[in-house]
């Protein structure tokens, strides 16, 4: 059994402006390694099975990282302790440390986590499970206000592996006990139950991807108002594999080049454009496949009822018809072979969440209530009087159907250019209204 030393350097890339990292400045990881058969570090964890070397990964206190270490109180902020096995797979149990810090109104708290992550020689299949317990933020906000921001029992689990196609397919799983925001000592926002559960699989031999994420809000409150809890279940079906390939490659090349362009980094609001403008520039190879996405559903509960909305939508290849369209349903019917929604909203349930909201404004209860019903009843009579929505059995529905041009809009057949029309909005191809000659 013996060890060796080395150390791993971080340096900017010489002539390189926009780098992170100053001329001169690095970052150094010490490495301290046990070899095989059996290392020393993985025989104090009672850890028998052979194995090439046993890696402890610290991180060094120099200039660019002192302000790491005065936070974790002169430790290194995180070690790492990694086990690679003679088959070439490594497994890391990453301990970060607890870290404090306060200057003025800003504090930062954090109570440290374990994570572990593992991966093969290749690195094609790779997995991550940790948690944290808790953090705490304090800061001041744009109007010069105390902002609190608290959370407990952070999870996380997943893994993946890369397909034949190139990109990563797998599971994870993501969920936080609670979150809380306070302004000025008055509690804002209190969320609790969260969950993200993100899954991806392959049919078809491997080249088509299907696709869920599902979220989950136990409980909002705002206020101390209970708003009721929340849920969405999202799928993506039929992706093309080579074409997710390509989109996630054009897209990645278009948003690196942006970090190129300092003018455009700079500004946030252009940068968030040209990232949006990129995505949709990309999207139509999305399409190859004939993707479908469904939301079932997407729900709000509270004490009176449940809102849901209910969404299948069926898509087609732009590119397979090359002539150039000459009428709004011609246009949508070459991305959309159907479209079927349904939304429902007890009118009792939503007159309990208007109540809430009336009391966050400062209503009392009767009062609340009172307006809340009346919010209600006017939006239901509007959206009737507008043949948007339906009323029956005291919940408001609304439903639409669309295919081949056509449109059912809560049970009436109808033109898309019709149903466009009932919003005021010209069809593709209109001609223009004729010049009124001048006299």
């Known amino acids: 059994m013996f060890n060796s030393q080395l150390q791993l350097v971080v340096k900017p890339i010489a002539g390189q402006a926009d780098s992170w990292l100053k001329p001169g400045q690095s970052i150094v990881l010490d490495e301290t390694v046990d070899h095989g058969p059996f290392p020393l570090a993985q025989l104090k964890s009672l850890n028998l099975v052979p194995a090439m070397a046993s890696v402890k990964t610290t991180l060094v206190n120099n200039d660019v990282t002192k302000p790491l270490f005065d936070i974790a109180k002169g430790e290194s902020p995180f070690v790492i302790n990694s086990r690679i096995s003679y ?3 490594t497994r890391s149990d990453l301990s970060l440390k607890p870290l404090n810090y306060e200057k003025g109104d800003e504090k930062v708290a954090f109570s440290g986590g374990e994570f572990q992550f593992t991966a093969d020689k290749e690195g094609n299949a790779v997995s991550l499970t940790g948690n944290a317990q808790s953090g705490v933020v304090n800061a001041v906000n744009e109007y010069d206000q105390k902002v609190q921001m608290t959370f407990n029992n952070l999870k996380t689990e997943g893994s993946s592996s890369i397909a034949s196609f190139g990109e990563r397919i797998g599971d994870q799983k993501l969920s936080l006990e609670k979150l809380s925001i306070s302004v000025e000592g008055k509690e804002l926002a209190v969320l609790e139950g969260m969950g993200i559960d993100g899954k991806s699989d392959l049919v078809n031999d491997g080249k088509t991807v299907n696709s869920q994420l599902d979220y989950t809000l136990n409980s909002l409150k705002l206020q101390g ?5 929340g849920k969405l279940t999202l799928k993506v079906a039929q992706i093309d594999g080579e074409a997710l390939h390509q989109f996630s490659q054009q897209y990645s090349a278009q948003t690196k080049a942006l970090m190129a362009q300092i003018d455009v980094v700079q500004n946030p609001e252009l940068y968030q454009q040209k990232v949006t403008e990129a995505f949709f520039n990309a999207l139509p190879i999305l399409m190859k496949g004939e993707p479908v996405i469904t939301i079932a559903p997407l ?3 509270n004490a009176k009822g449940e809102t849901a909305f209910n969404l299948s939508l069926l898509l087609k290849d732009p590119t397979a018809n090359t002539e150039e369209p000459q ?9 959309v072979k159907s479209l079927d929604a349904k939304l429902t909203i007890p009118v009792d ?10 009391k966050i404004e400062g209503y009392q209860q009767e009062q609340a209530a009172d307006l809340a019903k009346q919010q209600v009843n006017g939006l239901a009579a509007m959206g009737q ?3 948007i929505t339906t009323m ?5 529905g609304s439903s639409l159907q669309y295919a081949n ?7 009436q057949k109808m033109t898309l250019d019709e149903f466009v029309g009932m919003f005021g909005m010209p069809s593709l191809g209109e001609p223009d209204a004729p010049a009124i000659p001048q006299q």
Not at 327 to 335: F, M, N
Not at 349 to 358: P, V
Not at 405 to 411: A, D, K, P, S
């Open 385 to 387: 009087m507008f043949r």
């Open 299 to 301: 729900s709000w509960k």
């Open 327 to 335: 009428t709004l349903a011609q246009e949508v019917d070459r991305s």
């Open 405 to 411: 041009g056509q449109v059912t809009l809560n049970g």
């Open 225 to 229: 108002q209970d708003m009721g809890s």
């Open 349 to 358: 349930m939503a007159t309990e969440f208007m109540t809430q909201i009336a």
């Open 392 to 396: 029956q059995d005291n919940v408001i």
């Open 87 to 89: 088959s070439g797979d």
